[in-house]
Structure formats: C-alpha cells, structure tokens
C-alpha cells in the first residue's frame, strides 16, 4: 500500500485517480502530499482551499474513515488503518455528502426536461447533477458526458468557455452571461444558486438559451429593414421622376412639347410607343404616364423584352395552369399580362420580343383576352400598353424583328424623347436634382462647383440622363471632401477646350472674378500642354514664375 517513505502504491493510486470524487492525502503535519486530478481542479478553480483541508485532521490524528465512500474504497480504507501508517493521513472524503443533498425526483425531472431552455444542474460543489433534453440537443454533449463529472474538470476539458456555475459557487449569487457553449453555439447563460434551510449551497441551476436562433431573427430584420429602405428610396425616386414629369419642370422646348403630349396621353387610354436613344428616360416616362393616369391605383408591370429568356417568354406573359408543361409549379402561374389587369403594361424593348409572341400579343391587343397555358377557357383583361425602343422601329420591320402590324397596333400615338445634347438648357437643372437625390440616398450634404455645372453642360452625354445620373453619384461616392470640384470629374468630361463664354447659363449667376477664374483655368490648361518648362512658360506670359506656380496650384493643374 503506503510505505514508510511515503510513496503510494500503485493500487491505491488507480483508485484515487479513478474516483470521480475528490481524494487527497495529507501528512500529519497537514501539508497536501497527495491529491487527485479533481482536487486539483478544485484547488485551481478556488472550490476548495488547504485550510479547509487542515480541517479534515482530527486532532488525535487518527485516519478518518467515518466519511462514507464506496464498497470497494471502504476495504482501501480499512487497509490502511490495519497497516497502522502514522505517517499518512488518508482522507477520502466525499463532499457531496458533507453538505446538503439536492433531490430531483422524477416529476421534477420531467418538469425540468419539459423546458425549452437547456437546463443544466450542479450540487453544492460542483458536480453535474442533471441536465435536461434541450440541453443535450443545444450542446451535442450526452448526459454520460456530463453527469456526475465536476464542472471544473468540463471546463478544463473545454466544454464550457466560462463556468457559471463556479462563479455562482462562490459568489452565492445570480449571475448572467453569454457562453459559446461547446465552442458552437452562443447562449445567454444564468445561473441561480440555491440553499437549504442552514443557507448552504446544495445547487446551481443554469438555464441557457440559444441566441443564434435570435440572432438569425435579428438579421432577417435587419434585412427587412435594408429593403425596406431601399424601397422606399426608390419610390421616393419613382415620386421624384413623376414630379419631374411635366411642362414646367423643364426649360427644352422639345421637352416642353413632350410633356404636354405625355400629359393628354395620360388623359386617354391609347397605345403609346415611346422611341428614344439609351437612357432618355422612356421608362420614366411610361411610369409617369401612368401615375398621372385613371389607372394609377392600379398595376405597372414593366416587362423588359430583352431580358427575358425565350424558352419561358411566352409563360411569363401569358401564364399557365398546373401541369401545363414539364417542370410548370404545382400551383399554375399568372402571367405578366393579366398581373397587369386594370392597369398598365410596359413593355420596353418590344423588337426584343420573340416574333411568334408578338402574333400572340396582336391577338391580345385585338380581342383583349388572353388564354393561360394549358388552359381552355379565356379570360377577359383590361391593360394599357405602353412599349417602348430605342431601336429606329422602321429598321426592325425591315429586319423582320417588329412585326408591321403590331408596331401600329402599339404605336397609335409615338413620342420621341430627345437625346439630352438636344436639350442641354436642362443639364443644369437635372444635375442639381440628381444631386440632392443622390446625397439623400448617401445621407450626405455635397455641394457642386459652378465650374462642374459648366462642364456637365458642356458634354455631349451619349448615355443620356443615365450617364449623368452614373457621373453624379461616382463623383459623390469618391469624392472625399464636400464640395465636387473640376478635379472630381471623369477625364472624358474635362476637357479644358470644352467652355465657351456664350453658353454659360445666366442661372449660374457667376460673378466677374468666376468667369475670369474659369478662362483663366482653361487658358491656363491649355498653355502648360504647349510649354511644359514654367520658366518659359512664364516668361511667355509675362508674369513672375511664382506667380504661375501659385495659379497653376490655385486651379489644381498639374
Ligand atoms: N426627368 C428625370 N430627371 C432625373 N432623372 C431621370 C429623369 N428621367 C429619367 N431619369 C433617370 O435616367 C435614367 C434612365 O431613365 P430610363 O430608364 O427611364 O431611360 P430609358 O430611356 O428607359 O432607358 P433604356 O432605353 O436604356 O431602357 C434612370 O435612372 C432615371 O432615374
């Protein structure tokens, strides 16, 4: 067993590093000469202190043998004291039993495993007493894995990141937190410790509840909140565009013209064919003739012929019934054009539309009844059309991708909106409400330099409003300061030569000093590209080479 020298057999080692209590040894002087893995933890983890060893010794030094332990142990124990060792004091003491018992009984126990919350309970000291269904599930961890182990030995092991439970050992108090439980998931943890009637802890009852559910929760309401946003920014533009849609927003002539037609177009139901480049705002315009029509309540289906493949063309307009065709949904689909019923159908690009569907479409136009796939019986919709293309129409008759006779079914009244190099007397005025639209949606103040509003003015605009809107918001997107000046401006907009005295705008209301800033620049520009060499160049002008540094510095030409 034990031999005078004080080593320990290996017998009595397997037992005492078996045991699932704490065991330990202490010499009559009440030094630790020995202990157990579990001991140590608890040592470790401050749950046992060697003056509460020291209270273990009797004071006639007598081995301790009162303190139950199992069967097998007891016959250990009976050993040691036959062997009549005076060195060792062995002390094999199970603490559970020293303090107050907690029962679980088993209505209790199906309470417990009724919760949604994992539940997870220790004794006084520390050792897993239970633990509930939920917290299996949440932990992946079986109850052999948990129950009858040492919450420091499971912390050690890494099951938990933090015990609660240790904390509410010594503090005797409730306490909450969030673990990651399992390295896995992350729960709001709260221990509550419990006494008996002398106040000593006999348990700590941990609840833990999943927080990643929660926190997905969370996300998809953030989502939610992102799109909603994002909605509503875009009506606001919706709301913008239509507000802009009308004679008097507009300095153009022809544009003057286009919104008087586009407002006795609202008034009526006819078909209308919007043409135009890229970009001039025919979709807006279709919207707007909408908006300002009896069917505004009511539905705007914007079909881009373009973009819609083929095979599933003729679906998408028209819908099908269930089981139509190999792979229809279940539940049959409304197409495009009876979504539209009531109201407006917008379809932009129409040379883009297949010309079997456009044979179809006429039949529509012609009897206003539409037939779903695999359908028999028709069904009778009321839609205005409006299309739109910014192909030359003539062209695609001719190249056999608009079909005549659809294309004066559709274009009853056609209305060209014009490039915006055609009505640059309105760049000035849509920059500035590209502008505060753009800052809104950034949440930013940006100002413009009157020389922007020059060069703006100034460009030819192949994209139309969608290349100036794409140039404003790049410009206050990179822009770092808060004012957009001449620097900001992509290269194929700046072009010193561009500014000509006679078209700028009066509205600009510049003063003397700008327009002599303005020429200066573009003289400036201009010169440096010819004599890079600013002694010369100075000299050539006449004017002190500082001088031309601090003018070419004052205009950011480089
Ligand atoms: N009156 C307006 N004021 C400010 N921005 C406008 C106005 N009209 C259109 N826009 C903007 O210009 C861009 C292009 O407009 P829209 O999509 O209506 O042009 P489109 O002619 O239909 O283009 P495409 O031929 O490429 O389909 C849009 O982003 C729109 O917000």
Same mark, same amino acid.
């Given at each position: 067993?034990?031999?005078?020298?004080?080593?320990?057999?290996?017998?009595?080692?397997?037992? &005492?590093?078996?045991?699932?209590?704490?065991?330990?040894?202490?010499?009559?002087?009440?030094?630790?000469?020995? +202990?157990?893995?579990?001991?140590?933890?608890?040592?470790?983890?401050?749950?046992?202190?060697?003056?509460?060893?020291?209270?273990?010794?009797?004071?006639?030094?007598?081995?301790?043998?009162?303190?139950?332990?199992?069967?097998?142990?007891?016959?250990?124990?009976?050993?040691?004291?036959?062997?009549?060792?005076?060195? *060792?004091?062995?002390?094999?003491?199970?603490?559970?039993?020293?303090?107050?018992?907690?029962?679980?009984?088993?209505?209790?126990?199906?309470?417990?495993?009724?919760?949604?919350?994992?539940?997870?309970?220790?004794?006084?000291?520390?050792?897993?007493?239970?633990?509930?269904?939920?917290?299996?599930?949440?932990?992946?961890?079986?109850?052999?894995?948990?129950?009858?182990?040492?919450?420091?030995?499971?912390?050690?092991?890494?099951? *938990?990141?933090?015990?609660?439970?240790?904390?509410?050992?010594?503090?005797?108090?409730?306490?909450?937190?969030?673990?990651?439980?399992?390295?896995?998931?992350?729960?709001?943890?709260?221990?509550?410790?419990? *006494?008996?009637?002398?106040?000593?802890?006999?348990?700590?009852?941990?609840?833990?509840?999943?927080?990643?559910?929660?926190?997905?929760?969370?996300?998809? &309401?953030?989502?939610?909140?992102?799109?909603?946003?994002?909605?509503?920014?875009?009506?606001?533009?919706?709301?913008?565009?239509?507000?802009?849609?009308?004679?008097? +927003?507009?300095?153009?002539?022809?544009?003057? +013209?286009?919104?008087?037609?586009?407002?006795?177009?609202?008034?009526?139901?006819?078909?209308?064919?919007?043409?135009?480049?890229?970009?001039?705002?025919?979709?807006?315009?279709?919207?707007?003739?909408?908006?300002?029509?009896?069917?505004?309540?009511?539905?705007?289906?914007?079909?881009?012929?373009?973009?819609?493949?083929?095979?599933?063309?003729?679906?998408?307009?028209?819908?099908?019934?269930?089981?139509?065709?190999?792979?229809?949904?279940?539940?049959?689909?409304?197409?495009?054009?009876?979504?539209?019923?009531?109201?407006?159908?917008?379809?932009?690009?129409?040379?883009?539309?297949?010309?079997?569907?456009?044979?179809?479409?006429?039949?529509?136009?012609?009897?206003?009844?539409?037939?779903?796939?695999?359908?028999?019986?028709?069904?009778?919709?009321?839609?205005?059309?409006?299309?739109?293309?910014?192909?030359?129409?003539?062209?695609?008759?001719?190249?056999?991708?608009?079909?005549?006779?659809?294309?004066?079914?559709?274009?009853?009244?056609?209305?060209?909106?014009?490039?915006?190099?055609?009505?640059?007397?309105?760049?000035?005025?849509?920059?500035?409400?590209?502008?505060?639209?753009?800052?809104?949606?950034?949440?930013?103040?940006?100002?413009?330099?009157?020389?922007?509003?020059?060069?703006?003015?100034?460009?030819?605009?192949?994209?139309?409003?969608?290349?100036?809107?794409?140039?404003?918001?790049?410009?206050?997107?990179?822009?770092?300061?808060? &004012?957009?000046? &001449?620097?900001?401006?992509?290269?194929?907009?700046?072009?010193?030569?561009?500014?000509?005295?006679?078209?700028?705008?009066?509205?600009?209301?510049?003063?003397?000093?700008?327009?002599?800033?303005?020429?200066?620049?573009?003289?400036?520009?201009?010169?440096?590209?010819?004599?890079?060499?600013?002694?010369?160049?100075?000299?050539?002008?006449?004017?002190?080479?500082?001088?031309?540094?601090?003018?070419?510095?004052?205009?950011?030409?480089?």
């Amino acid at each position: 067993m034990m031999k005078e020298n004080g080593f320990i057999d290996v017998q009595l080692e397997d037992f &005492v590093q078996g045991t699932d209590r704490p065991c330990f040894i202490l010499n009559e002087k009440g030094a630790l000469v020995y +202990s157990n893995v579990l001991t140590e933890l608890l040592l470790k983890n401050h749950l046992l202190s060697v003056d509460y060893l020291h209270g273990m010794i009797p004071a006639d030094g007598e081995v301790i043998s009162t303190i139950r332990v199992g069967e097998s142990y007891d016959a250990l124990v009976r050993k040691i004291i036959i062997s009549g060792t005076t060195l *060792f004091h062995v002390v094999l003491h199970n603490l559970l039993e020293s303090r107050g018992v907690l029962n679980i009984d088993d209505n209790m126990e199906s309470v417990i495993n009724s919760l949604q919350e994992g539940v997870y309970i220790t004794d006084g000291e520390g050792f897993t007493k239970k633990i509930n269904n939920a917290y299996t599930e949440l932990t992946g961890l079986s109850r052999q894995d948990l129950e009858g182990k040492h919450v420091a030995e499971l912390l050690s092991f890494g099951v *938990f990141d933090s015990s609660m439970t240790v904390r509410v050992m010594k503090s005797r108090t409730r306490f909450s937190n969030m673990q990651k439980i399992n390295n896995n998931k992350i729960c709001l943890v709260t221990g509550v410790p419990v *006494f008996d009637e002398n106040n000593n802890l006999i348990a700590v009852i941990n609840s833990a509840y999943d927080l990643t559910e929660m926190n997905r929760l969370q996300e998809d &309401v953030k989502k939610s909140e992102i799109s909603l946003k994002r909605k509503d920014i875009e009506i606001d533009r919706l709301r913008a565009r239509v507000g802009q849609s009308h004679s008097s +927003s507009t300095r153009s002539a022809i544009m003057k +013209s286009v919104y008087k037609i586009s407002e006795k177009l609202a008034d009526s139901d006819v078909s209308v064919l919007l043409l135009g480049s890229t970009g001039t705002g025919k979709s807006t315009m279709a919207y707007s003739i909408h908006k300002n029509s009896q069917r505004a309540k009511e539905a705007f289906i914007e079909v881009n012929c373009g973009a819609v493949p083929e095979s599933l063309f003729e679906s998408e307009l028209f819908g099908y019934v269930k089981g139509a065709f190999t792979g229809a949904s279940d539940r049959g689909k409304v197409g495009l054009i009876e979504s539209a019923d009531k109201g407006t159908l917008f379809l932009d690009e129409i040379g883009d539309m297949p010309i079997h569907l456009q044979v179809k479409l006429l039949t529509f136009l012609q009897t206003g009844k539409i037939r779903r796939l695999g359908e028999t019986n028709d069904r009778k919709i009321n839609v205005r059309i409006i299309s739109a293309t910014n192909k030359d129409p003539v062209k695609l008759i001719e190249a056999g991708m608009l079909r005549e006779d659809l294309f004066y079914r559709l274009s009853l009244v056609s209305l060209t909106l014009p490039d915006l190099k055609e009505r640059k007397e309105d760049v000035f005025f849509l920059a500035k409400d590209i502008l505060g639209a753009v800052n809104e949606r950034y949440g930013k103040a940006v100002e413009m330099s009157k020389e922007v509003f020059l060069f703006l003015e100034s460009y030819d605009w192949p994209g139309n409003l969608r290349e100036l809107e794409h140039v404003i918001e790049q410009m206050v997107v990179l822009l770092d300061g808060s &004012v957009i000046g &001449v620097d900001s401006l992509p290269d194929k907009i700046f072009s010193p030569s561009v500014l000509k005295p006679t078209e700028i705008p009066i509205e600009l209301n510049l003063t003397l000093q700008d327009y002599m800033d303005i020429h200066e620049k573009e003289f400036l520009s201009m010169a440096i590209k010819s004599e890079q060499d600013t002694g010369k160049l100075s000299s050539k002008l006449g004017i002190h080479r500082t001088t031309l540094a601090r003018k070419l510095k004052y205009h950011g030409i480089k």
